[in-house]
């Protein structure tokens, strides 16, 4: 093997390997660590929010002036909303999911300000919300017609009743069953007791960069402040057509209050995660830019090499070298580069990723990334050497009998 004279051939230029071991170990930190940020972005982007997200929307109602009640208006818009062909169901709602403005509060197990709280999104809306939403209702039983409470602003919560999340009901109770949860009363600041009534399979937080995003409760109150959000589901195909007549016909009433905000769902997520996107899109230019800056230091410490050495292959080629020989030669001088190059950058990738496990929270780079991350700048490697070493292989043995 050609280990002694490739090494030999290296050290005589230090300064050259150094620096493309360093190009390769640099990039590779980066490369894995962008991959990985990618990906996480991505599952963070994909995931389900409990609702029926293709078939719905929803729009604001202000309301101004002293003639305007807004309990008298809230009933008659929902009533005309559920009147419409199309319409599944039609809820006044505090927040909206994936809006990224909500409202949330604590909740503890126990009426003692001593015991572990959790804190939760609360959507605070009427008896058909779970049917609004689409939420999957796994266990217990949902609101009934009637149960939706009225009260002003600054006015302590008259609500009794709660649905929550599995994903809540198990960080409150860890140690129950779904099913045993059902009864169980939780309380808010203030010493405000709530009873589950019910557990929905999934339904997000507002704030889709928060920890714990499936913590969330559901109350059947609605808080008379003059601004009402309207939340529609459709049958499918119907909602462009609904979102339409269902703004005409509120901008036709009264004119005690102004109409604005018409929105779907599905833009409200891009718009959610349009920060995320960026990020992800940004990443993977840093990564393309960068693989195509190494392929090309690569190619140019072979082609340097090759350059230098151009009378001593044509030598080898007179003393009976094959072209698959010359070819090997400088295909394995080069893995021997990257290698090292690859085996720094793995040194580097690690302490880069605990650095930002540790100061922002990411989590831990998974054990596969640098193995992966290795075998593919490998591969790079030996495609980029490949065109400059197939170049060298067919140089003619009368190279060596030149004298420049």
Sequence with gaps: MEFGPILRALMRNKLGVILITLQIAFTMTVIINAVFII?????????????????????????????????????EDLEMMHSLPGVVSASVINAVPLSSSGEGSSARTADDESQPEIFAAIY??????????????IAGEDFKPGDMLTRPQGQKTKATQTIITAALAEELFPDTTINDTVGRTIYLPGSVPMQIIGIVKQLQRPWLGSNSIENSMIVTENVTDGFSIYLV????????????????????????????????????RIESYRVDNALSTMLWVIVGTLTFITSMGIVGHAVFGINKRRKQIGTRRALG????????????????????????????????????????????????YIP????????????????????AARTQPAIATRST
């Design 39 to 75: 990906n996480e972005r991505s599952r963070l982007m994909a995931r389900p929010s409990g609702l029926d997200e293709a078939n719905q929307f929803f729009l604001f109602s202000i309301g101004y002036g002293s003639e305007y009640s807004e309990e008298l208006t809230v009933r």
């Design 124 to 137: 605070r809306s009427d008896e058909n919300v779970t049917k609004t939403l689409g939420l999957d209702l």
């Design 233 to 268: 589901r459709t049958e499918p195909g119907e909602r462009d057509r609904l979102m339409a007549e269902i703004e005409e016909q509120l901008v036709a009433m009264p004119p005690t209050r102004i109409i604005r905000g018409l929105q779907t769902l599905e833009k409200t």
């Design 321 to 368: 070298a094959a072209q698959i020989d010359i070819l090997r030669y400088f295909m394995l001088e080069n893995f021997l580069v990257t290698s090292i190059g690859v085996v720094t950058g793995a040194v580097l990738t690690a302490g880069f990723s605990i650095a930002l496990t540790t100061n922002f929270n990411m989590p831990a780079l998974s054990w596969y």
């Design 372 to 391: 992966a991350g290795m075998l593919a700048l490998l591969c790079l490697g030996q495609l980029a050497v490949l065109g400059p070493s197939s170049g």
